[in-house]
């Protein structure tokens, strides 16, 4: 059974920051790329960052550039997401997800590369 399972999500002021986590067990963490995605009231869902297997490549969609880094631990089967300097646009669901599809078909920054998801972690920034 494949599980991700997200924490530390919550309600932050604005500059603020937030550490998203993401245990995963199973076939999961053997995945060749691992990412988050949010999804805000009303919108579609978006990428946010993905990291390869080994965590030596990142990518970041450019609203969060300079604000958020992802980073894994494969002895502990965990991605992480540190969310600096918060603003109310970042108010969304956020989503684990792992791909272990190695498809060159799909970038890392599409969501239809990604095959597991997790429950999804609210986080609300709001003064």
């Known amino acids: 059974q494949v599980q991700l399972v997200e924490s530390g999500g919550g309600l932050v002021q604005p500059g603020d920051s937030l550490r998203l986590s993401c245990s995963a067990s199973g076939r999961a963490f053997g995945s060749r790329a691992m990412g988050w995605f949010r999804q805000a009231p009303e919108k579609e869902r978006e990428f946010v960052a993905a990291?390869?297997?080994?965590?030596?490549?990142?990518y970041y969609a450019g609203s969060v550039k300079g604000r958020f880094t992802i980073s894994r631990d494969n002895a502990k089967n965990t991605i992480a997401l540190l969310m600096n300097s918060l603003k109310p646009e970042d108010t969304a669901v956020y989503y684990c997800?792992?791909?272990?599809?190695?498809?060159?078909?799909?970038?890392?920054?599409?969501?239809?590369?990604?095959?597991?998801w997790g429950q999804g972690a609210q986080v609300t920034v709001s003064s």
């Open positions: 990291i390869n297997w080994g965590g030596t490549t990142t």
């Open positions: 997800a792992a791909s272990t599809s190695y498809t060159t078909k799909y970038s890392f920054t599409d969501d239809r590369l990604y095959d597991y």
